[in-house]
């Protein structure tokens, strides 16, 4: 037996592919079998390390080189694996660890976005100069302020120039620092004018003597944001007065619908209101003046009186010293009675002139007025409420349209809740109508393999799946072959191992059937022998078919054949 084995692991193997030309002998043949299962070996182990391979997901992506070059290298200290996206902006990481690294990163201050901030004056070497000193100082401020505008939602990237000019003794050469700000929004995304403001006064206030109006915020599309002319022109509303319109007039909408919901249903009542909102600023100063009073009612202010009286003296008498002596005293009696005394006062009565003048207080009043802006112009709103419901005793429900009463009742509800005025020409509109039921659409529930967490947990099973069943094809289909050819053994021989196994077997199982049919006999004659009665037997009969019934069918069928 042993020189056949020799004689058959000498010959060639015929079937065996010799490519090379090299003769096929044992040796040969047990080389490229080790070969071939240590290739089937190696592919093994690549498919049970891509079984286990980790799901990768985005940790950052649009990073510069420096904060990529940080991030990695703290990755690397953190024995996290990681990975390239195909175009190299996006760094990957295992998926049940991407927010454990980025709160570590995050601690790490990382990523810092390509901005240099005030970390910059911590590494200052010894002896550097004042100009480089003043340029790190301002490259660090230029880095924190885009940290900061970078904190705006709706900003994705900001970068800031400061224009700061050195400073002088001189006070006519002192020049005002300026400021350039450009931001690169997010896509879909727009500043509103208030937004605008708030960094341009961010900017204006951190840095000193820098006023609002000397800087300037430009986005990625090269519109100028920051333009106080184009402000200044514009006649239309801000987005601050807007809001106010928007707010004034859901304000009297929830007011409407507050007060009527109540008797009609939260459902069946609708309301719009529309606001015209006066935004303008008005000033007057009038000055006005009543006409006089009466002079005896009226009060005196200043009153002047003047009187004078000239006496005629005509000359007479010779020139000379005489003439200039006073007149001698009278003889006759000053006052006289009657006529005689009148013509004598008069005839002796020279110019007489008298001027009285009297200045009484004028009425005057002065109005100074100033009309505050966001007052209401005029008010319109209009309802509309559904028909009321009622459901009978047989629990039928019908509609039916409000009544004259009713419909009253809302209207004055309306008019008191949005604070309803006539003379500022206010419009109310109470409309009485069925609702028109909103169609249902039906849910269309998505089938099971349509549904995204199924198609997941199939990419996951079904990985682990697919490296068994690939396993196991390599065993069993090349390794666990090649294995028996290198021990000597082919195809044929297992075959035949197996064949015998299964005779040998079948021999046992056959040797325990006979033994157990003389057993079986034997206790058979045993019992009859001892005068055992029919009913024993057949209770024996039943204990062993319980026990074993393939011995019980095997007896059967040799009591047939034997007849």
């Given amino acids: 037996m042993a020189t056949a084995e020799n004689t058959v692991l000498a010959q060639p193997v015929a079937n065996f592919p010799n490519p090379f030309g090299l003769p096929q002998t044992q040796g040969m043949r047990n080389i490229m079998l080790g070969v071939g299962a240590a290739i089937t070996v190696a592919i ?32 690397q200290q953190m024995n996290v694996p990681y990975k390239y996206s195909d175009g190299g902006n996006a760094l990957l990481v295992p998926a049940n660890q991407v927010h454990d690294a980025r709160l570590k990163l995050a601690a790490q201050g990382l990523p810092k976005g390509g901005n240099v901030g005030f970390e910059l004056m911590e590494n200052q070497k010894l002896g ?47 020049q005002k620092p300026t400021a350039s700000v ?15 403001s708030a960094i341009l006064h961010l900017v204006a206030s951190s840095v000193p003597e820098l006023s609002a109006k000397s800087v300037t915020i430009v986005d990625q599309n090269g519109n100028l944001l920051s333009d106080p002319t184009k402000q200044a022109s514009n006649n239309n509303l801000d987005p601050s007065q807007l809001k106010y319109v928007q707010e ?18 939260a459902s069946n009542v609708r309301a719009e209101a529309t606001a015209d909102i006066d935004f303008s600023r008005s000033e007057q100063a009038a000055e006005s003046y009543r006409p006089n009073s009466p002079p005896e009612a009226s009060t005196i202010r200043s009153q002047q009186t003047s009187e004078s009286y000239n006496k005629g003296l005509n000359p007479s008498g010779i020139p000379g010293a005489l003439s200039n002596q006073p007149p001698v005293p009278a003889t006759a009696p000053i006052v006289a009675s009657g006529a005689t005394a009148s013509s004598n006062a008069a005839a002796n009565s020279g110019l007489a002139q008298k001027d009285s003048t009297t200045n009484y207080e004028v009425d005057k009043t002065i109005k100074y007025t100033q009309q505050p802006m966001g007052g209401v112009k005029r008010l319109s709103v209009a309802i509309v409420v559904n028909y009321r419901s009622e459901t009978d005793k047989a629990g039928k429900t019908t509609t039916r349209p409000l009544t004259d009463i009713e419909k009253t009742q809302i209207t004055d509800l309306a008019r008191e809740a949005m604070g309803f005025n006539k003379d500022r020409g206010d419009t109310l509109n ?7 039921s909103p169609e249902k659409e039906p849910i269309v529930e998505l089938p099971l393999w349509k549904q995204p967490d199924v198609w997941q947990m199939a990419k996951e099973y079904g990985k ?30 297992i075959e035949a191992e197996q064949a015998e196994k299964q005779r040998i077997l079948e021999e046992e199982q056959k040797e325990e059937e006979e033994a157990a049919i003389v057993n079986l006999s034997r206790e058979a004659e045993q019992n009859t022998r001892h005068g055992s009665t029919y009913e024993m037997n057949l209770d024996m009969a039943k204990a062993l078919a319980k026990e074993d019934p393939r011995i019980v069918a095997n007896v059967v069928k040799a009591w047939v054949s034997n007849e």
Avoid: C
Wanted: hydrophobic share 45%.
């Fill in 44 to 75: 093994m182990v690549g498919i049970w390390l891509w079984s286990q391979s980790p799901d990768y997901k985005v940790l950052f992506s649009n990073f510069n080189d420096r904060d990529g070059g940080a991030i990695v290298a703290s990755l």
């Fill in 464 to 493: 682990y799946i697919l490296a068994a069943i690939v396993l196991a094809y390599l065993f069993f289909g090349y390794l666990k072959p090649m294995l028996y050819k290198m021990m000597g053994k082919d195809k044929e021989t």
């Fill in 430 to 436: 109470v409309v009485n109508s069925p609702f028109a």
């Fill in 128 to 174: 550097i100069s004042q100009f480089l000193e003043q340029v790190n100082f301002q490259r660090a401020l230029e880095g924190e302020l885009a940290r900061s505008i970078q904190a705006v939602s709706a900003v994705q990237t900001a970068r800031v120039h400061l224009a700061i000019p050195k400073s002088s003794v001189f006070i006519r050469d002192q």
């Fill in 248 to 265: 004034y007039q859901q304000n009297i909408v929830k007011r409407i619908e507050s007060i009527i919901s109540p008797i009609v249903g």
């Fill in 182 to 196: 450009l931001l690169n929004v997010y896509p879909g995304r727009s500043l509103d004018q208030q937004q605008v």
